[in-house]
């Protein structure tokens, strides 16, 4: 097998938990014969019709070629798996020089539980704009399975879900106006 | 639940009963004549519901019956939490929260924060259930419980020779509730212009909060909520001094703001309480600021040496599963537990004598030392 390890800097995926990816061939090349259409090719062709004899030329046949057959390529995800084993939602409650101050709640909570000082170096430079005051991120901490190796693994990834729709805001402003009706029977 | 605390008041007999974990407050006041009232909710930690609830039906309350009100002092979580499950099971209480919760920007957000999943609003989700319930209510044709107050509003008043009973709000005044809507409203509009959704930003509704003074026989109680002093003398304590009677002062008083220095003035111990009265509170232990702070305890204890806490102010670092508990060690991230084990304060006193409040404590709940 040809291993196209040039193209690993390509893997698309680099995210936790979805193992980079890389451009394999399916196998060695080797050779096979085939028709293949020349158009240079041309063929006369001599027919009688009704006692006259008539020719005809033909431009362009199929003759029979030795052809290289090229691998093909696919794509090959490596062995790397992310097992998760603590994971949380956060809401960031507080920003200050050494990082942010979080809410952190785990799954099917109503209510957070627990909080963190989540230093800035834990958290992506991309993302570290995002950081304020209400912005809400996952973190996930476990093992990253590479190759037979076990990493520990503390990943966070702050939310980017777009504002409010305008469905959204007319629902939101007609349940808003349910409530007030409550006050006001 | 601890077998002394499950004897009831007599008829005659007021008790408080302060529940506070750590991060969290409930009062539960027998009013006398096994009439109740609860005042703030918070969650029990062996249970997972309303701790009011959990210590009204170990000792034998008929919720549906006895519980006359509930009062929301306001939406933040520690003071809300169960709040819904308390209304449901108390069919036939009033429900009362700050007049400063109608107005319309607030109740957007509360809308709002409904739609951003993952976002846990907390108080303002558990306050959203509260309205639902009390929306069904309606649907049914049942009378609704809901009810507004605001500085001099009574909540209740019982003229009974036998038990007279008067409780009454001193708080918000104008200028807190005109505050409270400019906030809702500038909150409301910083949510809808994020880029991005985002978790509602926190508010400080404590000036919006609701001050209780209670008057039953002879005692009187005064129940600070989380009250805070402002600069201007028309808001916050300024506003509520500047109103009191001279004649009457409480005997006891659950402090504002959870002990902190925003929460008191020299004026709230020398004008509304008698000298040396029992005080009680609950701690806030949050990372960014936990209250009473050293120096907060040593303050109260120079207005009183009656002075209770439900629980220490330290966060307890919380010990997670592996491989999460090396790793965070090794980047030196602590990770803390909000806490729910319950601290309990206890108090009794007859209705007709002025006798001394007998305070019990129970679970992590302590008398302040210096």
Known sequence: MTDVSSLDSYAYSNQLGSAPSVLTSSGDTDFADAMIYD???????????????????????????????????????KRRNFRETSSWEGVVTQVSDEGVIAKLCRRYQDFPAEEALIPWGEIDPADQALAKEGAMFSWKVGYLENNGQRLSVSHIEFRRIPSFSARELAAAKMKAAEYSALFHD | MIEALRDRPANDEIEISLFGPGYGESIVLHLGGGRWCVVDSCLDKDTGRAAALVYLEEIGVDLQRQVEIIVCTHWHDDHIRGMASLLAACQNARFICSSSLRESAFLQIVALSETIRGAHGGGLNEFARVLQQIMMRRHCNEPSPLETCHA???????????????????????????????????????????????????????????????????????????????????????AILSQAPAASKADFYKIAHHGSNTGDMPGIWTELLVPDCPAVLTPNQRLANPLPRVTDVERILRRTPNAFATAPASLKRKRLEQPAERLLRHKDIAVYEIPSSQGHLRARVSIHTKDVWKIHTYGRAFQLAP
């Open chain 2, 152 to 238: 001099g509003s009574v909540l209740l008043e019982r003229r009974d020779e036998s038990l007279p009973l008067k409780i009454a709000s001193l708080s918000p005044s104008d200028t807190d509730h005109k505050r409270m809507s400019e906030t809702f409203a500038e909150k409301r509009n910083q949510l809808l212009s994020s880029e991005y959704k985002q978790s509602v930003p926190t508010m400080h509704p404590n000036l919006g909060s609701i001050v209780l003074r209670v008057e039953i026989g002879k005692q009187m109680i005064l129940l600070g909520a989380d009250m805070e002093s402002r600069k201007s003398k028309t808001g916050g304590w300024s």
């Open chain 1, 39 to 77: 158009p240079a090719q041309n063929k006369d062709t001599a027919f009688e019709f009704n006692g006259e004899s008539s020719s005809h030329t033909q431009h362009g046949s199929f003759v029979r070629r030795r052809i290289m057959n090229f691998p093909v390529a696919r794509i090959q995800k």
